[in-house]
């Protein structure tokens, strides 16, 4: 009850606080600058100025304290030591480079980077073209987006079930042994196996963004001018070819955005490895050594470190992401 207490609380107060906020702020811009007068004219071009300032301080102000003050801060705690004791300039730096679990887990994202991203933008695409030609299109794009509503820990307790492996002549529960028992092969302990095992977690995080990729590839199909299509039809187009060779290209720019918001998301994945491996067994990732290394390992200056490579990663795509959803907005 006292959790229920203080969110109501927190939640009625960050309303009532806002709503209080832009009243008085503009209340006291209309006071300085008022509308009546021999400066009139000024004053209203001022407050107008002024004004928008005003409605966006909360979210500028916001940024600054959980991203921007963050950032300075961890370049600092990696230039230190593990409780920020004592100045070690660059030597978390050095340390990383040659870490075997950082090498780890950089090859492991690479290979997500590679798989993640591809595999959820064409599982997306085939169907996003395959649910607008069937009549029951919509309840099958419903059915592909669940998992989106699915949290990454509880996604992995799911799939935790599907890889579950028991002893060699013990009932299989998972459905991935079951399955290969039933056609006589032997169970395995997958997500135990050595470099296979990124392979498994990933098709859970692909499970997951299918449906993601799937909403927006559809619209954009949508989108499509139907006169393209019509005069490919009039010049003999198979549907392949049609879908191919003239809608593909047209929504190259979507497909683009798609493939880079879930490689960003794929930068930071933590929660996948974190519940089903926790990086043993090959399967470290940057976001899960981040974590090891901060709460487990209590070294806040090897944990930023890694933090910011994490960030250096993620800022170019990201800019070029943002850069590219404008140009499809214009």
Excluded: H
Aim: aromatic share 14%; glycine share 8%; hydrophobic share 55%.
């Amino acid at each position: 009850m006292e959790q229920l207490f203080w969110a109501f609380f927190t939640m009625v107060t960050g309303v009532f606080g806002c709503v209080a906020y832009f009243f008085f702020s503009n209340l006291a811009l209309d006071r300085a600058c008022p509308a009546r007068g021999p400066n009139a004219g000024r004053n209203i071009n001022r407050a107008n100025a002024i004004r928008p300032w005003l409605f966006l301080f909360p979210a500028i102000f916001v940024l600054g304290v959980y991203l921007i003050y963050p950032v300075i801060n961890s370049v600092w705690l990696s230039l230190n030591d593990a409780r920020t004791e004592n100045f070690v300039g660059l030597d978390n730096w050095k340390w990383l480079v040659g870490d075997e679990k950082f090498l780890e887990s950089m090859r492991n994202n690479l290979f997500w980077l590679v798989v993640v991203p591809a595999l959820s933008t064409f599982f997306g695409l085939i169907a996003a073209a395959l649910t607008d030609r069937i009549k029951w299109g919509n309840l099958a794009k419903s059915l592909i987006f669940m998992p989106m509503a699915i949290s990454f820990i509880g996604a992995s307790v799911i799939w935790k079930f599907v890889y579950d492996y028991r002893g060699e002549g013990m009932e299989q529960i998972g459905v991935l042994n079951a399955i290969i028992v039933a056609m006589g092969g032997t169970p395995q302990a997958w997500i135990t196996v050595p470099f296979w095992n990124n392979f498994f977690l990933m098709l859970i995080l692909v499970w997951i963004q299918t449906g993601f990729a799937m909403v927006i590839l559809s619209a954009a199909l949508r989108g499509i001018s139907e006169e393209t299509i019509e005069a490919a039809i009039l010049d003999g187009a198979s549907p392949l070819q049609i879908f191919w060779k003239i809608k593909i290209p047209q929504i190259w720019g979507t497909i683009a955005v798609v493939w880079t918001t879930i490689t960003i998301l794929v930068l930071k994945v933590f929660d996948i490895v974190l519940a089903m491996t926790n990086g043993q067994w090959g399967s470290q990732v940057l976001a899960n050594l981040m974590f090891d290394w901060m709460f487990r390992g209590g070294d806040f200056g090897r944990a930023s470190t890694i933090a910011l490579v994490i960030m250096l990663l993620v800022t170019p795509i990201m800019v070029w992401n943002i850069r590219n959803a404008r140009k499809e907005m214009q």
